[in-house]
Nanobody
Framework: QLQLVESGGGLVQPGGSLRLSCAASGFTSDYYAIGWFRQAPGKEREGVSCISSSDERTYYPDSVKGRFSISRDSARNTVYLQMNSLQPDDTGIYYC?????????????????????????WGQGTQVTVST
């Protein structure tokens, strides 16, 4: 399984931007779905983006589409989450997570549904607070 370490969280004003980083180690020749999740106090964990290593296709829920962008730097083994036009509802702990799969279609399927139970490696999380 991958070892994941997030960084880049902080306090930002509404309308501002942040870029989160997820440094990953332990890659094999298999395929991976790598996602970002967030959890606000009293709310369920929500998958806010995912990238499939097989085709670099990206997936987002409607709540962040057009504002968040996930990308992967294979040379640095790092996945980024660029977050723009942040709003107070975006506040929460952001986690990087991954799932190793054997076939490309499985990575795409995991990304499409973005269910937290389908991911089996998790980082420690980084706090994002959007407030004046």
């Amino acid at each position: 399984q991958l070892q994941l370490v997030e960084s880049g969280g902080g306090l930002v004003q509404p309308g501002g931007s942040l870029r989160l980083s997820c440094a990953a180690s332990g890659f094999t020749s298999d395929y991976y779905a790598i996602g970002w999740f967030r959890q606000a106090p009293g709310k369920e964990r929500e998958g806010v983006s995912c990238i499939s290593s097989s085709d670099e296709r990206t997936y987002y829920p409607d709540s962040v589409k057009g504002r968040f962008s996930i990308s992967r730097d294979s040379a640095r083994n790092t996945v980024y989450l660029q977050m723009n036009s942040l709003q107070p509802d975006d506040t929460g702990i952001y986690y990087c997570a991954s799932r190793r799969v054997i076939v490309p279609a499985a990575a795409q399927a995991v990304c499409i549904t973005r269910r937290s139970l389908d991911f089996n490696s998790w980082g420690q999380g980084t706090q994002v607070t959007v407030s004046t």
